[in-house]
């Protein structure tokens, strides 16, 4: 677990980060999301003590971040940044391994994680870890630079608008790549974005700052559906609240049990901005759902499109 505690930070006459406390669990992804400017980076900086705080607390699992020597800090914390920082003349390999090099890891056991690193950001290592960052798309760079992060197997991994610079297609890859990297390893990711729609898809946390204060956090659904200002309500929707709020709600909300419909099941746990896709491609309005347990039932085009808490 993760606790900031009144966090503060200065530069001249800018409250970067302004009394900020935040407690992001164990294994869960906390989006950092807000304008630009309002203190995300110094956020991430401030945890792995790139930077120092003038006022409040880092705790990481209990401990006071400032009680500990910051390069050992920073090695148990995998970073990861826009401009992935790879070095040109290294290949794929010693770049992901630098810091199991510096922790003093044998050869052999360094070899396997960097392969076993590789398949896990989808990347082949027969053909990718002997190659130069040149070699490599930016996506596939970023995928590095992910791999980078994870290769000392830290609990905590900060990410820095790590898929802002991708065109779409590849950051939804990548995006998909995160959230099944957490699933399987149980890290606690804090991500920066200035990408509401990220946030929604990747975290089960939303922190949303204004000038280095945190305005409101909570689970995507909550803020969605329960902005507590203005500046939120439209920061996390405006005019595409609704939409965003299919994205997440499970179809078992919605669905109608006591009605059984024939056809290809949807999961209930599915969202119902999949369902509904489905019903306009294939010009149908209503869809048979099956549960975890088996359980059947109809998900029709009306409970879709009804308001929150109407049905
Ligand atoms: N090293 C620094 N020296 C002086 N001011 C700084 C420094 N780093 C950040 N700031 C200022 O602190 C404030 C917060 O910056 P920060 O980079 O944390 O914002 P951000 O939310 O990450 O922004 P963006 O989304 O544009 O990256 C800004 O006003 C910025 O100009």
Same mark, same amino acid.
């Given at each position: ?8 930070? #200065?530069?001249? +006459? $800018? $409250?970067?980060?302004? *009394? ?14 807000? !304008? ?20 409040? #607390? ?7 971040? %400032? ?12 970073? =990861? ?50 190659? #130069? ?10 995928? =590095?630079?992910? +791999?980078?992060?994870? %290769? ?15 065109? !779409? =297609? ?5 995006? %998909? ?21 990220? +946030? ?16 409101? *956090? ?7 559906? #329960? ?19 299919? *994205?997440? $709600? !499970? ?16 999961? %209930? ?36 499109? +009804? ?5």
């Amino acid at each position: 677990m993760i606790v900031l505690d009144r966090l503060t930070k #200065r530069f001249g +006459a $800018t $409250t970067a980060v302004d *009394q900020l406390s935040l407690t992001v669990p164990t294994g869960s992804i906390c989006a950092l999301v807000g !304008p630009s400017g309002c203190g995300k980076s110094t956020t991430l900086r401030l945890i792995n003590r790139l930077i120092e705080p003038d006022g409040g #607390r880092v705790l990481i699992d209990g401990t006071d971040t %400032a009680s500990l020597p910051p390069v050992a800090l920073r090695r148990r914390i995998g970073y =990861v940044i826009q401009s992935i920082g790879l070095f040109p003349h290294w290949s794929i390999a010693r770049n992901i391994s630098t810091v199991p090099e510096l922790l003093g890891w044998p050869e052999a056991r360094i070899d396997a994680r960097v392969d076993e690193l590789l398949g896990l950001v989808g990347l082949d290592p027969a053909l990718f870890r002997n190659r #130069r960052p040149h070699e490599l798309s930016g996506g596939q760079q970023q995928r =590095v630079g992910v +791999a980078r992060a994870l %290769a000392a197997d830290p609990d905590l991994l900060l990410m820095d608008e790590p898929f802002g610079a991708l065109d !779409p =297609v590849t950051r939804d890859g990548l995006q %998909a790549a995160l959230i099944d990297i957490q699933a399987r390893t149980g890290k606690t990711v804090v991500i920066v974005t200035h990408d509401i729609d990220e +946030a929604i898809r990747l975290a089960s946390l939303i922190a949303v700052l204004d000038k280095g204060r945190l305005i409101q *956090q909570g689970a995507p659904r909550d803020l969605l559906s #329960r902005p507590v200002t203005p500046f939120i309500e439209a920061f996390v929707g405006g005019p595409r609240r609704g939409l965003r709020l299919l *994205q997440v $709600t !499970p179809v078992g909300e919605r669905t109608d049990y006591d009605n059984v419909t024939g056809g290809e099941a949807i999961a %209930a746990e599915a969202t119902l901005d999949v369902a509904l896709e489905r019903m306009v491609a294939g010009a149908i309005d209503r869809l048979p759902v099956r549960d975890r347990t088996g359980r059947q039932g109809t998900l029709s085009l009306a409970d879709v499109v +009804a308001p929150e808490g109407a049905s």
